[in-house]
Antibody, heavy 122, light 110 residues
Framework: QLVESGGDLVQPGGSLRLSCEAS????????MSWVRQAPGKGLEWVAT?????????GYVDSVKGRFTISRDNARKSLFLQMDSLRADDTAIYYC????????????????WGQGAKVTVSS | QSALTQPPSASGSPGQSVTISCTGT?????????VSWYQQHPDKAPQLVIY???RRSSGVPDRFSGSKSGNTASLTVSGLRPEDEADYYC??????????FGGGTKLTVL
């Protein structure tokens, strides 16, 4: 239901744009996030964007000012623009849709994509 | 945005019960009933197991249960089965549109 693309090998200081295309659900009604996992490490929340009408976003401190999350509901797509990339950004990036018992409180990371591999190295 | 604290490993024999703890602060687990648990098998994407402290995700057997007391949440797996062997992660809402994960617990079924 969620398919990421755009992962690649990039040099430190470079940029990359990840995309995620959704199918089989009403994309526009769900909060969407990016969660990453460095090699051999645990999960780390990266960024979240709420519904367009709410227009709220959140970022982990380590990517603030460098990464931008956005969405295009017409295309059922989620994006992550990553600038000024560093070696410690190397990870698998998962596109995730949220869920909650209330549409205004969606705090569970519900449906996960297969992940996009990003490697930052010279 | 400090990570939640989980034990690195846990184990149990088939049929037994095991409980995994997840300790946070009064700025995340202690302040919100938005704790979730995820199961991740090797080289697979994580799967939601428990959300909002104790609600089971669709298709998750009732052998899995969640609870919370103060700043600590817990996941209990009863009647352990070989397929339960995996990494388990907790997460919590931390306010102001931010979330935090635990470091993960590797569950071994002996």
């Amino acid at each position: 239901q969620l398919v990421e693309s755009g992962g690649d090998l990039v040099q430190p200081g470079g940029s990359l744009r990840l995309s995620c295309e959704a199918s089989d659900f009403t994309f526009g009604t769900y909060w969407m996030s990016w969660v990453r996992q460095a090699p051999g490490k645990g999960l780390e929340w990266v960024a979240t964007i709420k519904q367009v009408e709410i227009n709220e976003r959140g970022y982990v401190d380590s990517v603030k000012g460098r990464f931008t999350i956005s969405r295009d509901n017409a295309r059922k797509s989620l994006f992550l623009q990553m600038d000024s990339l560093r070696a410690d950004d190397t990870a698998i990036y998962y596109c995730v849709s949220h869920y909650g018992e209330s549409a205004i409180e969606q705090h569970a990371f519900d449906v996960w994509g297969q992940g996009a591999k990003v490697t930052v190295s010279s | 945005q400090s990570a939640l604290t989980q034990p690195p490993s846990a184990s149990g024999s088939p049929g037994q019960s095991v409980t995994i703890s997840c300790t946070g602060t009064n700025m995340n687990i202690g302040d919100y009933d938005f704790v979730s648990w995820y199961q991740q098998h090797p080289d697979k994407a994580p799967q939601l197991v428990i959300y909002e402290v104790s609600r089971r995700s669709s298709g998750v057997p009732d052998r899995f249960s969640g609870s919370k007391s103060g700043n600590t949440a817990s996941l209990t797996v009863s009647g352990l089965r070989p397929e339960d062997e995996a990494d388990y992660y907790c997460s919590s809402y931390a306010g102001t549109n931010s979330w935090v994960f635990g470091g993960g617990t590797k569950l071994t079924v002996l």
